[in-house]
């Protein structure tokens, strides 16, 4: 409905609109148009009660054309054409012109179409129709449709005024239609079809209200079927799950932590069973605290020195053979290369043990032809031979 609008009110805005525009203002520019045209009778009415002139569109018809224009439709018709009929814009115009469509229609040597309704007769019309019909009547099927407009907001507010029940358009299909066509696509299909490939998913939606409902009345879908991992409704039959996020979770290995109990994703291979750092310094702490440790550190200090004696020098498991040489000439043989510098480092004119053995390595690599620029010498020092 038009928000109540004070006459003083509409005229002062659509004088600033007039201002700005610098002409007589539309229809369809001014925001309260609808509200203007209701109060003053007639937009026109409005225009001239504001000081403008009138927005004439007749003034640049050809009323010759026209006439022969309405006749031809006449003829083709079968009858005096109406405003609807010839084109509603274009009818008002030519009733501005004429002060009314009739009066246009006089002057063509046609018979006037329009039939002044009140309220009282067109309710009194819409119930004699629905008594003929045995039931109330559509818009369409009512032949003053259009006066109705002119009384009542809506066509539902003037059936309720004339005391008949709502107009209900009768379903193209049954109920038991749809449930059996979806129950054959879903034979077809061997599965439970989507929503993309039933073609009356829109009709089945608005009777059932969800597609899911329609699913249980069809007999495709049970209501408690719950997803395995959230427990909401699953909207699949024959799966359980209610999206791929959960059935991409269900497929994900997990355990629970020993400290806290939290679950945690983990590979099926992995030995962890702590979910974080922190948990697993508590867990190491409380298996030193029960002794789970004690036996294999018993072990370990037991054999600790014989380890590491057959670990050092000459009888490291690594350790290979070189012939180097000196600036003075002096040949080494020597075994484990690294511990050879650590002992005889002050040789090597106050290199580090990592400057010294870098040089021997990179040596090595150039005699192996996988250096750019080789080095054959490290502050007079060469390589003779090694072995692997």
């Known amino acids: 409905m038009s928000e109540k609008y004070s006459e003083e009110f509409l005229i002062a805005e659509v004088k600033k609109l007039g201002e700005m525009l610098k002409r007589t203002p539309k229809f369809k520019e001014f925001q309260y148009a609808r509200t203007a045209a209701t109060t003053f009778k007639s937009w026109n009415n409005f225009l001239k009660m504001a000081g403008f002139e009138e927005i004439r569109k007749w003034e640049k ?11 031809n439709l006449a003829e083709k018709l079968g009858h005096t054409p109406t405003q609807h009929e010839f084109g509603y814009s274009k009818a008002q115009a030519i009733a501005n012109k004429y002060g009314g469509w009739n009066n246009f229609l006089v002057s063509c040597g046609l018979k006037p179409t329009l039939i002044s309704h009140t309220k009282e007769s067109l309710l009194r019309d819409v119930r004699l129709q ?11 099927e009512f032949p003053y449709g259009g006066s109705v407009r002119n009384y009542f907001d809506s066509w539902d507010s003037f059936v309720e005024e004339a005391g008949l029940e709502k107009y209900q358009k009768k379903c193209a299909i049954s109920e038991d239609d749809l449930i059996r066509e979806i129950r054959q696509l879903a034979n077809k299909l061997q599965r439970v079809p989507k929503t993309s490939e039933f073609k009356r998913y829109g009709v089945a939606k608005k009777r059932f209200n969800t597609w899911q409902n329609f699913l249980i009345a069809a007999g495709l879908e049970t209501p408690d079927n719950k997803c395995l991992i959230c427990g909401k409704p699953v909207k699949r039959n024959g799966s359980d799950y209610c999206s791929r996020k959960c059935y991409a979770k269900s497929k994900q290995n997990t355990r629970n932590c020993v400290v806290c109990g939290k679950e945690f994703d983990v590979p099926p291979s992995s030995q962890k069973i702590c ?5 697993s310094t508590v867990n190491r702490k409380k ?6 440790y004690d036996k294999a550190n018993e072990k370990w200090f037991a054999k600790k020195e014989e380890y590491y004696s057959d670990h ?12 180097i040489k000196s600036p003075r000439g002096k040949v080494y043989e020597i075994t484990n290369l690294k511990n050879f510098i650590t002992l005889n480092l002050y040789l090597f004119e106050g290199s580090t043990v990592r400057q010294v053995l870098d040089g021997f390595i990179k040596i090595k690599a150039s005699e192996l032809g996988k250096r750019k620029r080789p080095v054959h010498s490290y502050k007079g020092w060469t390589l003779i031979s ?3």
């Not at 979910?275 to 948990?279: D, F, T």
């Not at 298996?287 to 789970?292: D, I, K, N, Q, S």
């Open 61 to 71: 018809m050809d009323f010759e054309e026209t006439r022969i224009e309405v006749l």
């Open 130 to 140: 629905a008594k003929g019909l045995a039931r109330t009547p559509s818009i369409s």
């Open 275 to 279: 979910c974080s750092k922190e948990c």
């Open 287 to 292: 298996l030193h605290a029960e002794g789970t």
């Open 312 to 323: 050092k020098g000459e009888n490291h498991p690594n350790a290979k053979s070189w012939i």
């Open 386 to 388: 090694w072995s692997d």
